[in-house]
């Protein structure tokens, strides 16, 4: 006690007041990297959630699938993006839609995730998507045909 007689109560508020400071900000920073990294984690399951019902549903038009494919795979990390690109070429053995949730969860999650991947629902596409597809194949069919007949009719 004798050594904080030494010190008057101005330079004791002064270094108490700089402590408080630097320990509010790194508390602060440490809050703000956490929201950070569980957005960018919220982010991309919406993404990969996006993709794969694009992909599913077997658009006609295809760009957004397009965008999303190129998107996911530039996060997805090796192993997994090797096993989506099975997945897409319909590659035989390749895993399953629900298997690769399963595993990009875990990669999101961390080893300790036990969410199995037969625990996933989806859902098959419904007549009425069937019939939509089939009605813009044939409207598209129609149109191609149209136009190669009228270039046919140029020549």
């Not at 957005?39 to 397009?66: C, G, H, T, Y």
Request: hydrophobic content about 45%.
């Amino acid at each position: 006690m004798d050594v904080l007689k030494n010190y008057d109560l101005g330079y004791w508020a002064v270094v108490i007041a700089l402590f408080v400071y630097v320990a509010q900000t790194i508390f602060k920073a440490f809050v703000e990297n956490s929201i950070k990294k569980k957005n960018e984690i919220r982010l991309k399951a919406i993404l990969m959630a996006e993709f794969m019902a694009e992909w599913v549903s077997q658009p006609q038009d295809r760009k957004r699938l397009r965008q999303l494919t190129g998107e996911v795979f530039l996060w997805l990390p090796s192993d997994l993006a090797k096993e989506l690109s099975d997945i897409l070429a319909h590659k035989e053995g390749a895993i399953g839609t629900r298997e690769i949730m399963r595993r990009v969860r875990m990669h999101i999650h961390g080893p300790s995730d036990d969410f199995a991947a037969h625990q996933f629902i989806d859902f098959k596409l419904t007549d009425y998507e069937k019939a939509e597809i089939n009605k813009k194949q044939k409207e598209a069919a129609e149109y191609l045909f149209i136009e190669e007949a009228k270039k046919n009719k140029k020549n």
